[in-house]
């Protein structure tokens, strides 16, 4: 009798358990959102996402089901992907849409794609620091700042054409790079991301506070845009088409540098430093490269954003950038080369489709990571977990 009373009542306690998480998250979640509409409206939050959560908590024993059958879906999704004639035409729709975009939407579209673009850029050169070494920095914005004001300065008191002055932004980018990591790459995990934030800082601060070189907070303007053969692409429509051919270039070299002996080496790296080391490679100059290899990328995209915007200033390079660039490799998965590019995608095209609802933007961000590391730590294209270890 006594080892069944205890299993009923610890039967209760699970039970009471099970409901009570749904009740929990509902609770948080109208938390969140009582400072934006008030005390009645957050009650009415809560009882519509207790319901909700728990009607879906409850139909949990069915998920088993719901599983097998998407995975039947996805196996025919799959089969029908290696086919190598239904890939092509998918592929080519795709092309043919992005190369006509700008003959079929307005100007707001094709600036909101080319800022796509950039963001494609900058988080592809992240996810090899991130994603590929497991190196964790939170400076990222830095480099990307360095790539635009060395285009804006030399084009505006040298005046250096886009073209001439790119080199020395990925040149000057990738030794800031290196330079940061031989000190940098002494530390590990949690004192590794400190350091790396706190450059980004100095480097925002010496932007803002260096007048006779950068103007400070007035940034730099009348910046040129880019120009071949005496044609402009000042108009965004001829700017779309340069950066997506640097986004194609981009994606194509860091597909087949990860694909190399290099990648493989950063992925030794990243799951196990230790053994890589054992196994012969040298961890310390494999990581310097990644750090070179992701920041020539943030100077790429730097002189990109000097040459749309024509001016820049240090509010445009400030610490949420960083973490921004962060959240679209983390949301599309660490190390997924497809899964950064549709997380750059999602972040950027989303407070833009939220615009009409400005105040929830931020809101809805931030809940929606956190479901994310709740139920999916693998990013939405990602494989299995990548830890950061170094």
């Known amino acids: 009798m006594r080892s069944e009373e205890l299993k009923v009542k610890s039967f209760d306690m699970n039970t009471l358990s099970t409901a009570a998480k749904p009740i929990i998250i509902a609770l948080w979640l109208s938390l969140l959102f009582l400072p934006f509409k008030g005390f009645k ?20 024993p069915y998920k088993k089901i719901f599983a097998e059958r998407l995975q039947i879906f996805s196996k025919k999704i799959y089969l029908l992907s290696v086919n190598r004639y239904p890939s092509i035409v998918i592929r080519s729709a795709l092309l043919l849409l992005i190369l006509t975009m700008p003959f ?17 850029i900058l988080a592809l050169g992240l996810n090899v620091v991130v994603g590929f070494t497991g190196l964790l920095n939170l400076g990222f914005v830095a480099f990307y700042a360095i790539g635009a004001y060395t285009y804006a300065l030399l084009n505006t008191k040298f005046g250096i054409g886009f073209w001439s002055a790119l080199p020395f932004s990925l ?50 303007s009348g910046i040129a845009p880019p120009e071949i053969l005496s044609i402009s692409f000042g108009k965004l429509s001829h700017y779309y088409y340069l950066v997506f051919l640097f986004v194609i ?16 080496a950063w992925v030794a790296i990243r799951e196990d430093e230790i053994a890589a080391s054992a196994m012969g490679i040298n961890t310390t100059l494999y ?34 950038e960083s973490v921004l660039i962060l959240c679209m490799v983390i949301l599309g998965g660490l190390g ?4 950064v590019i549709f997380g750059a995608f999602i972040l ?32 939405l294209l990602g494989g299995k977990r990548v830890s950061l270890r170094s």
Request: aromatic share 14%; glycine share 10%.
């Open 41 to 60: 409206a957050a009650i009415l939050f809560f009882a519509i996402f207790s319901v909700l959560l728990l009607s879906l908590k409850f139909l949990s």
């Open 249 to 264: 270039l981009t994606l194509f070299i860091t597909r087949r540098v990860y694909a190399s002996r290099i990648g493989r």
């Open 336 to 339: 997924s080369i497809p899964g």
């Open 171 to 220: 040149v000057i980018t990738s030794v800031a790079g290196f330079l940061l990591a031989i000190p940098a790459l002494r530390l590990r995990g949690d004192y590794l991301a400190i350091v790396t934030l706190g450059f980004g800082e100095i480097a925002r601060l010496i932007l803002n506070n260096w007048d006779s070189m950068t103007r400070g907070p007035n940034g730099i």
């Open 104 to 120: 079929m939407v307005r100007d707001y579209f094709i600036d909101v794609a080319i800022l796509v673009g950039i963001y494609v």
């Open 287 to 320: 990581k310097l490269y990644a750090f070179a290899f992701g920041t020539f990328w943030a100077g790429l995209a730097g002189a990109l954003f000097s040459g749309k915007m024509q001016f820049v200033s240090p509010e445009s390079f400030t610490f949420m």
């Open 348 to 379: 950027v095209l989303l407070p833009e489709v939220l615009r009409e609802v400005q105040l929830y933007r931020m809101l809805s961000l931030g809940v929606g990571l956190v479901l994310m590391m709740i139920f999916r730590p693998q990013g």
